[in-house]
């Protein structure tokens, strides 16, 4: 999930949840007109040039036609700056959710296509980081840095950011945004009530008690998201999601880098001074307005949950960030990190010149990357640009510019991109009991064989 | 030329029923039966698809919904139908049957969205009862312990009106000379349903439980989009279907996911089988 995608989806949930049901219901159909379908080949090549091997993989005969891309809502301006920049290209924009949530849409939509034959789409978006631990066996994306996309690019994006892109040294991916976590705080309060901004844990967790004495009501965090140990146990380098090959992972989540960060957050649950609502309900938004003093979370809770009317919509001149606070003795400094989406490349695409093209052009053009996009980008230049565009805007307490800079570069390697969803087993695991009142620390155990269970599920080999 | 124009009649529904549902279904079959390379597998999809860690919670959810489920549907709908009948005017029956009715218009998918803002404490119509039960928001509302209950909820709001109305229906057929003996004989209201109206509607009843089995035991809807809706913290993986679907399309096995549509038919199959023959459903009268 990623970006302000998360934000859209929850704050309209209607959109994404009708869209589900259309794809149940769809999918039945489907499976059903597949039958008619099936056995036919490769039914492309309207006599454009032949196939074959080429730049790490087989190419489907080219030939010319409309260029088909799916995005999620939030990036269909990406698509439209394309258009506008490139009248000459047809273009067929086709919105879907993005995948986001582990909804699977795409994983799902691929293997009917793999079954027909035909249909898959030129060039996708998906708001999923984890995207390649099926897409790549599956033979859906094509290798970028064979000769399709010029190293220089690839080189320009931020260091780590195409990771989750990066199989066996291979890039399938480009990635749109960095999502790394920072500590967001409102420098007004603090200031007012003579606060400093902690820079470790232990520091974090006694400002967190000293609010709920001093200031009821108003929060130092939240710990009620889906996404919540993308946000904290990450940055605690917890060992919950260690991928350690392509079919393999250690999950180790009962020693102490996991169970310090558990106690912290019980600590400041149980003082009431850290939300257990998600940031995207309708229920946070009620009670939260005005009340957030911290809120550690990724880049994009900048535009998603402060600066949004729809959200927090908090005054101009107030939010500042910070580095996220580390644990003492603890080196490097590490963060976390929530999604940030990605662009991928259709082997099967018969056009695969223009595919390339428009990729490369919305990943890295200022157009779109530094004017438009509402989260940060993940290549360099378009970065530091983004960064001017937001401090022009004036919206911030200070620069964030720096902070979020550093942050980019600290985000710890350990905690890979698996095919089963973090997000989802945290939400079905932890949860319900944080909802009933029981405390993360008791529910550690029930969280490790949640992980093991739904990875073993999808065929990983999993240590501990 | 009479038998002809029948097959004319018919075909449509025979083209249709063959596209979508034989052929779909032999092919389900012949996925349950082979591996990922298209070998005969014998039991083997339905062993391993036993074995999922998901598998027997899965069936636990469906099991406990069907009993709060057709318990609701069997003693509400036949009481509420007796009600209707016994309403004095006809206009007030008439406004009543179509009140009913009106939830059963929705199409499934959209009824079970109207839920959604029901159950969330912030949104929600009822959310003062709500709050007096102690939910305050929509994560406490649909725990995992309640979700049996929920379910049941939607399922009876959206499904039991047309079933109301089809026992009305059915209640209209029985003689008024049965009735008017039975009255004549000393029996009052609550004696004239127990002897004669609930006797006389055990072939519906039957009908009804075999249908609401069937859609019962294929519980999807209601917990994908309560999934959905609560990002993932109720509902996914809850039921037998919904596992299916994600074997399919999130561990991409086809084969363990036919397993389970098979076994579903089997037991739909079966469980209506038990019902026709003890209630001698297709005796004539």
């Keep these: 999930m990623a970006l302000i995608t998360s934000a859209h989806r929850a704050r309209s949930r209607l959109r994404p949840v009708r869209a589900r049901a259309v794809l149940a219901v769809g999918a039945a159909a489907l499976l059903a007109a597949t039958v008619a379908a099936c056995g036919n080949g490769s039914s492309s090549g309207s006599g454009g040039s032949a196939g074959g091997a080429k730049n790490g993989f087989t190419q489907a005969p080219q030939s010319s036609g409309p260029l088909t891309v799916w995005v999620d809502s939030s990036r269909v301006p990406a698509a439209q700056a394309y258009q506008k920049a490139h009248p000459g290209v047809p273009l067929k924009i086709v919105t879907y959710d993005g995948d986001a949530n582990g909804s699977n849409t795409l994983q799902t939509k691929v293997s009917l296509y793999d079954r027909t034959g035909h249909g898959w789409p030129d060039v996708v978006f998906s708001a999923e980081s984890n995207e390649l631990s099926w897409a790549v066996s599956a033979g859906f994306t094509a290798p970028l840095n064979q000769g399709l996309v010029p190293s220089s690019v690839l080189g320009n994006f931020a260091t780590g950011a195409l990771n989750p892109c990066t199989v066996n040294g291979k890039v399938y991916c480009l990635r749109n945004d960095l999502a790394m976590v920072v500590l967001w705080y409102n420098a007004k309060l603090m200031k007012q009530w003579g606060y400093q901004v902690p820079t470790t844990w232990p520091q974090y967790e006694q400002l967190g008690l000293k609010v709920a004495q001093q200031h009821p009501g108003y929060i130092v965090g939240n710990a009620g998201d889906t996404f919540t140990p993308e946000i904290y146990m990450w940055a605690s380098q917890c060992q919950a999601n260690h991928i350690t090959g392509l079919r393999a992972v250690t999950v180790n989540v009962t020693t102490p880098n996991c169970s310090r960060m558990a106690s912290l957050l019980d600590t400041l649950v149980k003082a009431k001074s850290m939300s257990t609502l998600s940031v995207f309900s309708t229920a946070f938004d009620k009670n939260e307005k005005g009340k957030v003093l911290m809120l550690p979370g990724p880049a994009w809770f900048s535009g998603a949950i402060f600066d949004a009317p729809a959200a927090l919509n908090a005054p101009k001149g107030e939010i500042a960030a910070a580095p996220i606070p580390q644990w003492p003795g603890s080196s490097p400094a590490s963060t976390g990190n929530v999604g940030g989406g990605l662009w991928l490349l259709s082997a099967h695409s018969a056009h695969l010149k223009q595919a390339v093209d428009f990729l490369t052009w919305v990943t890295t053009n200022n157009a779109y990357q530094a004017d438009l996009a509402p989260g940060y980008p993940a290549y360099a230049p378009a970065a530091t640009a983004w960064l001017a565009n937001q401090a022009k805007s004036g919206y911030f307490a200070t620069d964030i510019s720096p902070v979020l800079q550093q942050a980019a570069g600290q985000v710890w390697p350990g905690w890979g991109y698996g095919q089963f969803s973090q997000e989802a087993i945290w939400a079905a695991t932890v949860v319900p009991g944080l909802t009933t009142g029981k405390t993360i620390v008791s529910m550690l155990p029930a969280w490790q064989s949640a992980i093991t269970s739904h990875a073993q599920a999808d065929g990983y080999q999993v240590s501990q | ?285």
């Design chain 2, 1 to 285: 030329m009479k038998p002809r124009a029948g097959h004319v009649f018919v075909a449509g529904y025979v083209v249709l029923l063959a596209a979508f549902g034989i052929v779909p279904t032999a092919y389900g079959i012949y996925f349950a039966f082979t591996n990922a390379a298209n070998y005969f597998a014998g039991l083997s999809n339905f062993t391993a698809a036993a074995r999922d860690f998901r598998y027997l919670p899965a069936l636990g959810h469906v099991g406990l919904y069907l009993v709060i489920w057709l318990a609701a549907l069997v003693i509400l709908v036949t009481g509420l139908a007796l009600v209707l009948q016994q309403l004095r005017t006809r206009r007030l029956g008439r406004t009543v049957r179509f009140l009913y009715y009106i939830p059963g218009a929705l199409a499934g998918a959209a009824s079970v969205l109207v839920w959604l803002f029901m159950l969330d404490p912030t949104v929600s119509p009822a959310a003062g009862l709500e709050r007096l039960l102690g939910y305050g928001t929509f994560g406490q509302v649909v725990e995992p312990g309640h979700l049996a209950v929920l379910f049941a909820m939607i399922a009876f709001w959206t499904g039991a009106g047309g079933w109301i109305v089809v026992m009305y229906g059915a209640l209209n057929n029985i003689p008024l000379d049965v009735i008017e003996a039975a009255r004549i004989d000393g029996a009052g209201g609550w004696q004239v349903a127990r002897r004669i109206q609930i006797p006389m509607l055990r072939k519906w009843i039957v009908y009804m439980v075999i249908l609401a089995f069937a859609a019962g035991t294929q519980l999807f809807i209601e917990p994908q989009l309560v999934s959905e809706a609560s990002l993932g913290v109720a509902g996914r993986d809850y039921s037998l279907n919904q596992l299916s679907y994600d074997f399919a399309f999130q561990n991409n096995n086809v084969n363990y996911a036919a397993a389970i549509s098979v076994e579903l038919l089997v037991i739909s199959v079966a469980v209506a089988a038990v019902f026709v023959t003890r209630s001698r459903f297709f005796d004539a009268d």
